[in-house]
């Protein structure tokens, strides 16, 4: 409960907040409160997951960022009547999809009725891996997986193209000449 | 090239340990939390480090563009390609029961080979993604 009075402070310094390198900052806090709410939860492979690429790695790209462009949010002229309702209208389809869901931790929740026991019981004697979360991930749920990387790929290649692109060849004759 | 002493001396100090962790979450993975995504933004952690300490140049040094532009696909290919021996050893795409003659060390192995090509993707793209960003304007 702290920590989730914390994370909605954050949010609302993130919202107030003008310079730029304040919000970065602060969403990376925010970040490391989610991290720890994960722990909570007993999701250790989502926290450190959260804890590294979203606290780490978010936070250096996001400043390399903010050396490209200027600190400080330039205040919006235009009308927010839209975007309030479209935030309005989000949330509340968000809220009521969450009225219908069993409460929070039962054990008998229709998500661990269908496959899981068979991943609790099996896994680990099916491929040697103490992990369910490792097991599931790479071998039960390889397509997926794969389909994860190749989603990383395409992204990752994406922004190359596109911060790298066209000058690509005089940087690497500089780095030549460099070395 | 950051001047601070501190800095540098604490960054040396620290980056084997890091990238000791990166290899621990990678290959512990089957026992605790972990696994290839984690370990390789850790990984690609310390390539930024060096470049934020040491300077851009020493980071080329040691992950150098061609490097890190192969790493992206080779990871993907290393995945998929356990999944195409996977159909040559006869069974299903992505299926890692003929890797051994155990089912069950088949499939560990084939867990460990696949979390290796999510480590080697998302490292280098980590590693790509902050050189293309700090490049630019440059």
């Given at each position: 409960?702290?920590?989730?009075?914390?994370?909605?402070?954050?949010?609302?310094?993130?919202?107030?907040r003008r310079s730029l390198f304040a919000v970065v900052i602060l969403?990376?806090?925010?970040?490391?409160?989610?991290?720890?709410?994960?722990?909570?939860?007993?999701?250790?492979?989502?926290?450190?997951?959260?804890?590294?690429?979203?606290?780490?790695?978010?936070?250096?790209?996001?400043?390399?960022?903010l050396?490209?462009?200027k600190t400080v949010e330039?205040?919006?002229?235009?009308?927010?009547?839209?975007?309030?309702?479209?935030?309005?209208?989000?949330?509340?389809?968000?809220?009521?999809?969450?009225?219908?869901?069993?409460?929070?931790?039962?054990?008998?929740?229709?998500?661990?009725?269908?496959?899981?026991?068979?991943?609790?019981?099996?896994?680990?004697?099916?491929?040697?891996?103490?992990?369910?979360?490792?097991?599931?991930?790479?071998?039960?749920?390889?397509?997926?997986?794969?389909?994860?990387?190749?989603?990383?790929?395409?992204?990752?290649?994406?922004?190359?193209?596109?911060?790298?692109?066209?000058?690509?060849?005089?940087?690497?004759?500089?780095?030549?000449?460099?070395? | 090239?950051?001047?601070?002493?501190?800095?540098?001396?604490?960054?040396?100090?620290?980056?084997?340990?890091?990238?000791?962790?990166?290899?621990?979450?990678?290959?512990?993975?089957?026992?605790?939390?972990?696994?290839?995504?984690?370990?390789?933004?850790?990984?690609?952690?310390?390539?930024?480090?060096?470049?934020?300490?040491?300077?851009?140049?020493?980071?080329?040094?040691?992950?150098?563009?061609?490097?890190?532009?192969?790493?992206?696909?080779?990871?993907?290919?290393?995945?998929?390609?356990?999944?195409?021996?996977?159909?040559?050893?006869?069974?299903?795409?992505?299926?890692?029961?003929?890797?051994?003659?155990?089912?069950?060390?088949?499939?560990?192995?084939?867990?460990?080979?696949?979390?290796?090509?999510?480590?080697?993707?998302?490292?280098?793209?980590?590693?790509?993604?902050?050189?293309?960003?700090?490049?630019?304007?440059?």
């Amino acid at each position: 409960m702290a920590l989730l009075t914390m994370l909605a402070v954050v949010t609302v310094a993130i919202v107030r907040r003008r310079s730029l390198f304040a919000v970065v900052i602060l969403a990376s806090i925010y970040s490391f409160l989610m991290a720890s709410v994960f722990l909570v939860l007993d999701a250790v492979d989502v926290a450190l997951t959260e804890a590294a690429v979203g606290a780490g790695v978010s936070t250096v790209i996001l400043l390399a960022t903010l050396h490209l462009i200027k600190t400080v949010e330039i205040r919006q002229v235009r009308t927010r009547v839209l975007p309030l309702m479209v935030a309005t209208v989000t949330g509340a389809i968000l809220i009521w999809g969450t009225l219908t869901l069993p409460p929070f931790g039962t054990a008998d929740a229709p998500i661990h009725k269908h496959v899981v026991p068979r991943y609790l019981s099996e896994s680990i004697k099916k491929t040697n891996v103490a992990n369910v979360v490792s097991a599931v991930l790479a071998d039960y749920r390889g397509f997926d997986t794969l389909g994860e990387v190749t989603v990383i790929f395409t992204a990752g290649i994406g922004v190359i193209l596109l911060l790298r692109g066209g000058r690509r060849r005089d940087r690497l004759a500089d780095g030549d000449k460099a070395q | 090239m950051s001047l601070d002493l501190i800095i540098r001396i604490g960054t040396k100090l620290i980056l084997p340990f890091i990238l000791l962790f990166a290899f621990y979450v990678q290959f512990h993975g089957d026992y605790g939390p972990g696994g290839g995504f984690q370990a390789g933004v850790i990984a690609a952690g310390t390539v930024i480090l060096v470049a934020i300490t040491f300077g851009l140049a020493t980071a080329h040094r040691i992950a150098p563009h061609g490097l890190v532009d192969r790493l992206i696909p080779l990871g993907l290919l290393i995945f998929a390609g356990a999944g195409v021996a996977g159909l040559l050893l006869g069974y299903n795409y992505l299926e890692y029961t003929g890797f051994s003659r155990t089912p069950a060390y088949g499939h560990e192995y084939g867990i460990l080979i696949v979390e290796f090509g999510v480590l080697v993707t998302v490292s280098g793209t980590i590693i790509a993604l902050f050189y293309a960003f700090v490049e630019r304007n440059r």
